[in-house]
C-alpha cells in the first residue's frame, strides 16, 4: 500500500494534465556504478563521451562537491553534454544519464529543474534528491516534474531516487520510499548523515578503526580476569543498520537500494569490501565518484561466475520447485531456490547489456 497522502485510486494517475502516465513497476535496469562527474568541471566532462557503454549510469552532479560559483555553469554544461553525447540516457541507452538535483532548500534547485526537464528531459533517466526529509519532499519534486513534463510533451516519466542523508530522512525511510509512482530508489548518504546524526567521524563512507568490539579478557586458573592481557579486536560496520533498514524499505515498496560515497579513493581495497557488503545486503548498486571506482562496483555487483553456476544447478535440481533437496551435502528448499533465482534473473540482466559477463556466465553450460 502506497504511504502517499493521495488515496490508492489516484496514485497511479499523473499530477498535471499532459505528464505521462506513471509507471506500474520501477525498470530493473543495470546500475551498479553511478558515477558522478562536475559537469563544469572541463578536464571531468571531456571524459565523459568515452566512458558511455563502459558504465551503466553516468551522473552529472548539480549539488555538494560543485563550487557555488560553478552551479550554472555545471547546469548547462550538463545540458551542452547530453545534446552531443551519443547513446547517453533514454530508455533504450545502455548507459543511462541521472543528474543530482541541488538540495529543496537551496537556491539553485528550481533552476536546475526548469533548465534541466525542457533541454535533456528526453534524455534524463532519474533525478536523484539530496537530504531528503520526508515524504513531503518528494510530493513537491513529483508535481514539478509531471508540470515540466506536460510543458515539453515527454512521453514517458522521470523517475526519482532521494538520498538518504538526514535522522529525519532515516526516521521516514518507509513513506520516502512509498511517496510516488517515480520513487526509483534509495542511495546512502554516510556523510551528511554522519554530520546530522553528530556521528564523530570525520569521513565520506567506509567504517573507523574505533568502532570495535574485543575479545573477552582472558581468566587464569584462579578465575582472575587480566584486562590488560592482549586481545584481539575486530572492526564491526558502521553503516550495517543504516544499509539493512534502507534495503527492507526499498524491497518493501519495489525500489532499488544503492550504497553511497566511498571517499577514501586511493583505498581500493576497503571500497572493494564497503561495496560487497552492500551488494550481500541486498544493494543493486553503488557510487563511483573516481574513474577507477566503475571497475570495483561493475565486479562487486555483478554475481560471480561460481555463484551463477551454483545457482543454476540448485534451480536445475528443484524441478518444479516444491520439496527439498540434498546437494553437496547441503539441504535446498523452495527459500534457497528463490535466492538463487534472485542472482540468476540478475545476471541475465546484465548479461544482456555487459558481452564479457555474458561470455563468462555462458561458459558455466559449456563446461
Ligand atoms: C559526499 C558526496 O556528496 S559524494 C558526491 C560528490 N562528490 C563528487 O562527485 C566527487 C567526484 N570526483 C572528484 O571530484 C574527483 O575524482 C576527486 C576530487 C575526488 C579527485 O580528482 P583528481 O585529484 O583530479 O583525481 P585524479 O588526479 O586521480 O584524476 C585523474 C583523471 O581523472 C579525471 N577524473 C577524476 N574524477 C573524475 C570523475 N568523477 N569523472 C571523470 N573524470 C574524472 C581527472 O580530471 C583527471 O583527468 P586528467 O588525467 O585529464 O588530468
Ligand atoms: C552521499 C552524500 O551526499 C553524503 O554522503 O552526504
Ligand atoms: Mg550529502
Not at 107 to 125: F, K, S
Request: net charge negative; charged share 25%; glycine share 8%.
Amino acid at each position: 500500500m502506497p504511504t502517499s497522502s493521495r488515496s490508492a485510486k489516484d496514485f497511479f494517475r499523473p499530477l498535471a494534465v499532459g505528464a505521462p502516465e506513471p509507471l506500474r513497476e520501477v525498470p530493473a535496469r543495470p546500475s551498479r556504478a553511478i558515477h558522478f562527474f562536475d559537469p563544469s568541471n572541463e578536464k571531468m566532462a571531456a571524459k565523459i563521451p568515452q566512458m558511455v557503454g563502459t558504465v551503466d549510469v553516468l551522473l552529472g552532479n548539480l549539488e555538494d562537491a560543485v563550487k557555488a560559483d560553478s552551479k550554472e555553469a555545471a547546469r548547462t554544461g550538463l545540458v551542452r553534454i547530453a545534446q552531443d553525447t551519443e547513446g547517453l540516457g533514454g530508455p533504450e541507452a545502455k548507459t543511462q544519464l541521472w543528474t543530482r538535483i541541488n538540495a529543496l532548500d537551496s537556491p539553485w534547485v528550481l533552476e536546475d529543474l526548469t533548465t534541466l526537464i525542457p533541454a535533456i528531459g528526453h534524455q534524463l533517466d532519474v533525478v536523484m534528491v539530496p537530504k531528503v526529509q520526508g515524504a513531503e519532499d518528494i510530493h513537491y519534486v513529483d508535481r514539478i516534474l509531471a508540470q515540466l513534463e506536460a510543458r515539453a510533451g515527454l512521453d514517458r516519466p522521470i523517475l526519482v531516487h532521494a538520498i538518504l542523508e538526514t535522522a529525519r530522512g532515516m526516521a521516514n525511510v518507509e513513506e520516502i520510499c512509498g511517496a510516488s509512482p517515480r520513487m526509483q530508489g534509495l542511495s546512502l548518504g554516510p556523510a551528511d548523515l554522519a554530520a546530522d546524526r553528530r556521528m564523530k567521524t570525520t569521513r565520506v563512507g567506509g567504517g573507523h578503526p574505533g568502532y570495535l568490539v574485543r575479545q573477552d579478557p582472558p581468566r587464569d586458573d584462579l578465575g582472575v580476569t587480566h584486562v590488560d592481557a592482549e586481545r584481539r579486536t575486530f572492526q564491526q560496520d558502521l553503516w550495517h543498520y543504516t544499509i539493512a533498514r534502507m534495503v527492507d524499505a526499498c524491497a518493501m515498496h519495489g525500489i532499488y537500494p544503492y550504497y553511497g560515497p566511498f571517499g577514501d579513493i586511493a583505498d581500493t581495497v576497503a571500497c572493494e569490501d564497503q561495496f560487497r557488503n552492500a551488494f550481500l545486503l541486498g544493494c543493486v548498486g553503488t557510487w563511483s565518484l573516481h574513474p577507477k571506482q566503475i571497475a570495483i562496483a561493475n565486479r562487486v555487483f555483478s554475481p560471480s561466475v561460481e555463484d551463477i553456476a551454483h545457482a543454476r544447478r540448485v534451480v536445475a535440481a528443484m524441478g518444479d520447485g516444491t520439496g527439498a533437496v540434498m546437494l553437496d551435502g547441503k539441504m535446498e528448499d523452495d527459500a534457497s531456490l528463490k535466492q538463487c533465482l534472485v542472482m540468476v534473473e540478475l545476471a541475465e540482466q546484465l548479461a544482456a547489456i555487459d558481452p564479457e559477463l555474458a561470455r563468462a556466465y555462458a561458459a558455466i553450460e559449456e563446461a
